[in-house]
């Protein structure tokens, strides 16, 4: 897709991968950039700097979780700010617990803003993009929508449905000429992760990381982008030895969300034990040579 002179609204705007998402665009000369949030004065410093770059922008600060509002939002910034050539479907919430402790407060918010959010507005702008026989929709999933983790089992749900949904949209909504494609980040360092126990041996990757990953594989056609070498091994392993993945995740998973204090270690904590043993000394080794 040629980004050049083009409009964009981005959910997710206002930090993280969402908003470097909307910085990458914008210096890939992007004509305006719709940014979506609930934050007004998030939405209003990324605004400054991109307008600072010579790119147009529009602020839509709304909660996607509230679909009459989101409606009306739509139905004005098409009107004014239209047409939309590229939805980036980027907002989502994430709730890390063992299964047994989740709390369905926390599930249905994630399946309030991760898929029907994602929902409401791709099917208000889908619409407006068929009649003009053009678009590009980039929905965020995550390598969780490939690859489910312990401790993560309903924000795990909610990507795996939304490689689903992406899918059947990309058959769908071809006969209109619009692309659907979907992003699958792995870990990545934003305020998402930073209340999450996270998997040990995980690199995360940066949120810009994110966003070169997105134009890149925007413009090599790929119809499901994933994100790192992280990502590709395990997607990998995943096909080829599945059983190897599962073992790998029982192990990385941060253990004290695995088993209560008072029991007996497991075979699969004395091996975590181990591999943590050898990281630290390997990156005191590495500290000690600086
Ligand atoms: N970080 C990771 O490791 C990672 C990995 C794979 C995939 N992802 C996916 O990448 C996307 C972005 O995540 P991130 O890491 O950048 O998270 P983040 O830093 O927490 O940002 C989340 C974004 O979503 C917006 N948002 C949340 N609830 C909303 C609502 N009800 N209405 C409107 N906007 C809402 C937030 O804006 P306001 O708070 O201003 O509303 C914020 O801009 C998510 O879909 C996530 O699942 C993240």
Do not use: D, L, N, T
């Given at each position: 897709m040629e980004i050049q002179g083009k409009v964009a609204l981005i959910t997710?705007?206002?930090?993280g991968i969402g908003r470097a998402i909307a910085l990458e665009l914008a210096k890939q000369g992007i004509k305006r950039l719709i940014l979506v949030a609930r934050d007004r004065q998030k939405l209003v410093e990324i605004a400054n700097k991109i307008e600072a770059m010579g790119v147009e922008t529009a602020i839509v600060a709304l909660d996607l979780t509230q679909p009459t509002v989101v409606n009306i939002a739509i139905a004005q910034v098409w009107r004014n700010y239209?047409?939309?050539h590229l939805l980036v479907n980027c907002a989502g919430v994430a709730y890390q617990s063992s299964f047994l402790q989740s709390k369905l407060s926390q599930v249905q918010e994630e399946l309030s803003v991760n898929l029907l959010g994602m929902y409401n507005l791709t099917s208000l702008i889908a619409r407006r993009m068929a009649s003009q026989k053009q678009g590009t929709i980039i929905n965020v999933s995550s390598l969780m929508g490939k690859v489910a983790a312990p401790t993560m089992a309903t924000y795990s749900a909610t990507k795996f449905a939304i490689l689903g949904f992406t899918q059947a949209l990309r058959q769908e909504l071809a006969q209109y000429n619009i692309r659907v494609i979907a992003l699958l980040p792995s870990l990545t360092d934003t305020d998402m992760v930073r209340d999450l126990k996270l998997f040990r041996w995980v690199i995360p990757m940066t949120p810009q990381q994110v966003a070169q990953a997105l134009v890149a594989g925007m413009q090599n056609n790929s119809a499901e982008i994933l994100v790192g070498w992280q990502s590709y091994l395990a997607v990998w392993c995943q096909r080829i030895a599945p059983w190897l993945l599962e073992l790998i995740l029982q192990i990385a998973t941060p253990p004290a969300l695995r088993r209560?204090?008072?029991e007996k270690p497991s075979f699969f904590t004395k091996i975590q034990r181990f591999g943590d043993l050898f990281l630290f000394r390997k990156n005191q080794c590495q500290a000690k040579s600086l």
């Open positions: 997710g705007a206002s930090r239209g047409p939309i209560q204090p008072s």
